[in-house]
């Protein structure tokens, strides 16, 4: 990975932090029908990658993420997920 000696203690810590949230909210909103679903966008051409050329668009690193959003008859729920896997184990 190009990025593996990257110093990004916070940024992957916050990470691991969200995806646990994202878990609890799938426990405490089950009973009431809440859906709750992370989705990877995978490394996206922004500022944080530095623009990085091999990087997708921001419109594809949303696609996952607008597809589980319109899901409105809520099929998925309290998964891990991104474009190119789909779903992938916790």
Same mark, same amino acid.
């Given at each position: 990975?190009?990025?593996?000696?990257?110093? !990004? *203690? !916070?940024? %992957? +810590? #916050? =990470?691991? !932090?969200?995806?646990?949230?994202?878990?609890?909210?799938?426990? /405490? /909103?089950? %009973?009431?029908?809440?859906?709750?679903?992370? !989705? +990877?966008?995978? /490394?996206? +051409? *922004? %500022?944080?990658?530095?623009?990085?050329?091999?990087?997708?668009?921001?419109?594809?690193?949303?696609?996952?993420?607008? =597809? /589980?959003?319109?899901?409105?008859? $809520? &099929?998925?729920? $309290?998964?891990? #997920?991104? &474009?190119?896997?789909? &779903?992938?184990?916790?």
């Amino acid at each position: 990975m190009p990025y593996y000696n990257l110093e !990004a *203690t !916070a940024y %992957d +810590c #916050s =990470k691991a !932090a969200v995806n646990m949230l994202a878990l609890q909210y799938v426990r /405490l /909103l089950d %009973d009431v029908g809440g859906i709750v679903n992370i !989705a +990877c966008p995978g /490394l996206v +051409c *922004t %500022d944080l990658t530095l623009f990085n050329p091999v990087a997708t668009t921001p419109e594809e690193g949303a696609e996952q993420i607008v =597809k /589980l959003a319109i899901d409105m008859e $809520g &099929k998925v729920n $309290g998964t891990f #997920s991104n &474009k190119m896997l789909g &779903k992938i184990p916790w």
